[in-house]
């Protein structure tokens, strides 16, 4: 995210981050309700609508949600072949079926994949880890002890990405980095592993040494507490989900999962 994103306030700014939480489970359990292309997309569709509020451009919203949409279409093959033939038949093979309702269930069940990854990128594609850490433990009660481990492991996410960069540039320098994209990505996740364990051990002694491992009460320097804009968010979650599956039911649809 762009400097210019993280110095605009926006309206999902002011939603404490333990309803984001909320939110996220409110617009993705809903959809196992139904399996159709319909309501995935009317929820996909409304979702976007409300990308003003988060302060995110479109472009970065599409950039990370590029390997969900890559990977999508696995969870619609085993639909694609294995779920129960009807209408026309295209082909056959042992246990493999392709109909015309095995193909509309794969497309179906890939535009959910991508309807129930889309809303954590709105949510959390702007909120700070230490604001969620703060209400995790001061919101939703959780221990400190647990929620430190959480932020610390937040925190390292960025290192990674730097380490892989480091390493890609030194393999690059050293001539090695421009064959074999398989072998040099294997090895350098090995890399990355060891990289994450040393790291790990050594950040889980530190914090110890400081007494973040201590089970006396501790004190938040930054308060957490939800508002009147927390349950209007809700309130929005539930009317797209209700928006959704209600367009999916118009339009005659709505497949109940276990249907």
């Known amino acids: 995210m762009t400097t210019t994103e ?10 404490n981050p333990v309803t984001k939480l909320l939110l996220a489970v409110l617009l993705s ?3 196992f ?8 997309l009317a929820a996909i569709g409304l979702q976007l609508l409300c990308l003003p509020l988060t302060g995110l451009r479109l472009r970065t919203v599409l950039k990370r949600l590029l390997p969900i949409v890559i990977f999508a279409p696995i969870a619609g093959v085993s639909m694609l072949l294995y779920a129960e033939p009807a209408g026309h038949i295209y082909f056959t093979f042992g246990f493999a079926t392709i109909s015309d309702d095995s193909i509309t269930l794969a497309i179906a069940v890939s535009l959910r994949v991508i ?4 809303p954590t990128i709105l949510l959390f594609g702007g909120t700070d880890p230490t604001q969620l850490a703060d209400a995790l433990a001061q919101v939703a009660k959780l221990p400190s002890r647990f929620v430190l481990g959480i932020l610390a492991g937040t925190r390292m996410l960025g290192l990674f990405l730097d380490d892989w960069r480091t390493m890609s540039l030194a393999r690059r320098a050293r001539g090695v980095g421009d064959r074999g994209v398989l072998r040099r990505f294997f090895s350098m996740a090995f890399v990355l592993l060891v990289f994450a364990v040393r790291r790990g051990s050594k950040l889980a002694l530190a914090m110890e040494a400081r007494g973040f491992g201590s089970g006396i009460p501790r004190t938040w320097s930054r308060p957490s507490r939800l508002h009147p804009r927390d349950a209007v968010a809700l309130l929005g ?5 209700a928006l959704a599956l209600t367009a999916a039911v118009v339009a005659g649809t709505f497949r109940f999962v276990w249907s």
């Open 6 to 15: 993280t110095a605009r306030t926006v309206w999902l700014d002011g939603v």
């Open 237 to 241: 979650g539930i009317a797209i989900m």
């Open 115 to 118: 309807a129930l990854g889309l």
């Open 33 to 40: 309700a139904s399996i159709d292309v319909t309501s995935a």
């Open 29 to 31: 359990v809903p959809l």
